[in-house]
């Protein structure tokens, strides 16, 4: 696969672990982005938490990735097309840049050998379980819709039209007008937010959808910086313990990683002792 620098493309895909059967999303002048590029860039952009965003979040946010993966794509197509490859300004920051891929490759690999020689004993898991139990709590989440529109005379004259029906026919009903009225990028999906706990939204939004019941309409406009939402609450899941089957290799991983930065500190250390370091005055 062609990327902006050509000569590059093997090191930077050891670098970022592409895998070669990753699904093709989208075919750019014969040349493919994959899912696994657009979940690497969104993972690495929001340093692991992705799956802790809204749908809502999600969605708008692979989009921004692959329309931003698509524009450089055709970039590098037009500067290769007017010369820019072979500039002598483009063959000096390419070999920097290979340079920098060398140290950065070998440092990967070096710091994940050192990771995977370290063991975890099954005993420090379980006794980190039992001794941490409010770690290991799924939090309350509700299901939630909207409908974002920009002025409140428009929510509330949304909330007028519906708060007469219940039941399925709320439901039914504010889907459709979901589609049809809400500028917010969930109205394809009926305003859909999927599940999601305190504090994942907006401190407007989330006070007022979680004080609402299960099957219910919000009573009044609520007024965020992105317009006025309407909100209905489809589904609500209580917080529950996790069990230690659930979490056991999240620990390990954890009481890992606390090891692996304890060695790598010594380790460090150890190479400064050893090393020749001067620094310039």
Do not use: C
Not at 145 to 158: G, M, P, Q, S
Not at 187 to 198: E, K, N, Q
């Amino acid at each position: 696969m062609k990327r902006y620098y050509a000569a590059l493309s093997m090191g930077i895909l050891l670098l970022m672990g592409y895998s070669l059967s990753a699904a093709v999303l989208v075919t750019v002048n014969g040349d493919d982005i994959t899912s696994e590029e657009v979940n690497k860039v969104m993972m690495e952009g929001t340093q692991g938490r992705f799956d802790s965003l809204s749908t809502d979040k999600q969605n708008e946010l692979r989009h921004r990735i692959i329309e931003g993966m698509i524009t450089q794509e055709l970039v590098y197509d037009d500067a290769q097309k007017t010369g820019v490859l072979e500039s002598k300004e483009y063959k000096q920051e390419l070999e920097t840049l290979i340079n920098k891929l060398k140290v950065q490759l070998a440092a990967k690999l070096w710091e994940q050998e050192q990771f995977e020689t370290i063991k975890i004993d099954p005993k420090e898991v379980k006794s980190y379980f039992d001794t941490n139990p409010d770690e290991f709590i799924d939090k309350e989440k509700i299901h939630a819709r909207h409908i974002l529109l920009k002025t409140k005379l428009e929510a509330e004259a949304v909330i007028k039209s519906l708060k007469t029906l219940s039941g399925e026919k709320l439901k039914n009903e504010f889907i459709a007008q979901a589609k049809s009225k809400s500028v917010g990028p969930s109205a394809a999906r009926g305003g859909d937010l999927g599940y999601f706990p305190r504090g994942q939204m907006v401190p407007s939004f989330n006070d007022a959808a979680f004080a609402m019941k299960t099957g219910t309409l919000s009573s009044y406009p609520v007024q965020s910086q992105f317009g006025y939402h309407v909100i209905y609450i489809e589904d609500r899941k209580a917080a529950k313990k996790l069990g230690f089957d659930t979490v056991k290799n999240f620990i390990e991983e954890r009481l890992k990683m606390d090891k692996f930065k304890a060695i790598m500190d010594k380790k460090m250390a150890s190479l400064h002792e050893k090393a020749k370091i001067t620094y310039s005055k």
